[in-house]
């Protein structure tokens, strides 16, 4: 059995955004396996490992993960609330990635614990930049 | 005492009346001869009975009985709401002998205090309705725009991806036209999005909850400078008076204006000329006027009086990018934090100021 790699995490609802990130980061880091999942529930479920995303070997915890704000069922500051009970991902790092500009999105991001505020569209750079800070600043998982 | 407006009854320590003035005929409806030698009880109704011999203990003892509001019937069985102040009477060795009663009718006084209290009820009640659909229109107001925010740009957004997608991975293959073509809509893309993005802003000025605190001019221009590298050397030279001042009024609104009329400054200058701006200000009473001028382009008199209103562009020349909601936003958060704006313009340059109280 060939060890997963392990994924990063994309929470978006708008398919048009899933293939600007997937194009991003396919310029950026083509050797990143990105995992989709469009609304609040898949991706609390993911993250609990639940219902459809119990089996680990398939859905392993993310390594990073890049979160709309603006989603069915639950939001992203509920999600983003969410994981500060789970302290197998407080030192997941969590990228909001979102079409609001404003400092009232930003802060309260932010202050839940989100590691950068992203404003949509997401450029080749842009992944670059945050996924080396985060290399940066995670210890080593190997 | 016979001609008060006011009932004045004595009455001994048995309760008997002794005397009785027109006053009490008139509130009461019993003449002298009716009332005076019958027991004070055929004043007070059934269910107030108990009062009296309260009433006669404490004159007994000396003490005086104040603006009592109580009620008690006429003659006809009605009733009315009265104030008494029964005092004792002393004969002349000083022992008291019964007690003197004015009473006034307050049936009116009464009735005029319960519909003010209703009135009153009545105002806070639709106080409260207003206020709570108020605050249901702004929460409305909020989701509005925060759907606009989200969901009106995400089209605009997904429109310029492709397009710059095509041109990137397919330019080569469309050649001149085609990459032109699509580098249009790009543009479109930007002056939509762009559009929208001020539009926001806008409601943004308008519907925000303002609180005022002393805001040090100086040190707000130098932070809006630095947020904008068009605003530096060698693009654009910016000189700003030391002594702006320091005026009373919501940051956030405030600096919205004025980053507003530091982008028109340095924007509208012809393409030859290095934006030169200056910014001072001149205390004008209890006001204090924040100056911008600049070396620009200028604006018509006749383009003067619309040039706060909300889309108008004086420079449509493609040349000059904007929405015309710059300066409407200007207005907006001035005129809400109660001062004003205007400007000034003579052929070459424009000279745009805003007035707000000076703090205290």
């Given at each position: 059995m ?21 194009r ?28 459809n995303y ?8 993310p390594s990073?993960m ?24 407080a030192?997941m790092?969590?990228f909001?990635l979102t ?5 009232r999105d ?10 950068a505020?992203l404003v ?16 940066k ?6 | 005492?016979?001609?008060s ?5 004595t ?10 003035n027109?006053g009490a ?12 030698g ?25 003490d005086?009985v104040?603006h ?13 709401d ?6 004792p ?9 019964g007690?003197?009663?004015i009473a ?7 009735r ?5 209290q ?9 106080v409260?309705d ?5 605050r ?9 725009s925060y ?8 089209p605009v ?5 492709y ?12 050649g001149?036209?085609?990459?032109n073509?699509?580098?249009r ?7 939509m ?10 409601s ?13 001019l ?6 809006i ?10 693009r ?16 956030a609104?405030l600096?919205q ?10 924007k ?11 910014v001072?200000?001149e ?8 100056w911008?001028?600049?070396?620009g382009?200028?604006?018509r ?5 619309r ?6 562009r004086v ?5 000059y ?6 300066l ?8 809400r934090?109660?001062?004003?704006v ?13 007035e ?5």
């Open positions: 060939t060890a997963q790699r392990t994924p990063i995490l994309l929470v978006e609802d708008d398919d048009h955004d899933v293939f600007f990130l997937r991003a980061l396919l310029k950026a880091r083509p050797d990143l396996s990105l995992h989709v999942v469009t609304d609040g529930e898949q991706a609390l479920d993911y993250l609990d490992g639940r219902r119990a089996d680990r070997t398939m859905y392993p915890l990073l890049f979160l709309d704000l603006k989603l069915p069922y639950f939001n992203g500051f509920q999600i983003l609330e969410h994981l500060r009970g789970i302290p197998a991902l030192e790092p969590v909001v079409s609001s500009s404003e400092d930003r802060n309260r991001a932010i202050a839940l614990g989100a590691k505020y949509k569209p997401p450029t080749a750079e842009m992944l670059l930049q945050v996924l080396e800070s985060s290399a600043g995670a210890s080593d998982t190997g | 005492v016979e001609n407006d006011d009932a004045i009854i009455k001994n320590l048995d309760g008997i009346i002794t005397t009785w027109k005929q008139r509130i009461f409806g019993y003449t002298a001869a009716e009332a005076v019958k027991p004070v009880m055929i004043l007070i109704p059934e269910d107030r009975q108990h009062e009296e011999p309260a009433i006669l203990t404490r004159v007994r003892s000396g005086r104040d009592y509001e109580t009620v008690r019937r006429r003659k006809d069985g009605t009733l009315l009265v104030s008494l102040t029964i005092s009477v002393r004969d002349q060795r000083g022992e008291i002998v007690a003197s009663k006034r009718d307050i049936t009116e006084l009464r005029a205090r319960e519909a003010l209703e009135s009153h009820h009545e105002l806070e009640k639709r409260m207003r206020t709570s659909s108020l249901e229109a702004i929460a409305q107001m909020e989701e509005f759907s606009v925010s989200h969901d009106l740009r995400a957004r997904a429109m310029q991806g397009a710059k997608a095509v041109l990137e991975d397919y330019g080569e293959q469309i001149e036209d085609g990459r073509y699509l580098a809509i790009v543009r479109s893309g930007e002056r999005d762009r559009l929208v993005r001020d539009i926001l802003t806008y943004r000025v308008a519907r925000a909850e303002l609180t005022f605190r002393p805001i040090a100086n040190m707000l221009v130098e932070d400078i630095n947020q904008y590298p068009e605003m530096h050397p060698p654009a030279r910016i000189m700003v008076d030391q002594r702006l001042g320091t005026v009373s009024a919501h940051e609104s600096g204006a004025i980053s507003n009329l530091l982008n028109n400054a340095v509208f200058v012809a393409s030859d000329v290095t934006p030169e701006v200056r001072y200000s205390e004008r009473g209890e006001w204090i006027r924040l911008v001028e600049d070396n382009i200028g604006i008199p006749d383009h003067q009086a040039l706060f209103g909300l889309f108008q420079h449509p020349d493609k040349k990018e904007g929405t015309g909601i710059g409407a936003v200007v207005r907006k958060s001035i005129e934090m109660g001062g004003r205007g400007m000034e313009s003579k052929g070459a340059g424009s000279k745009f100021w805003i707000l109280k000076r703090a205290l």
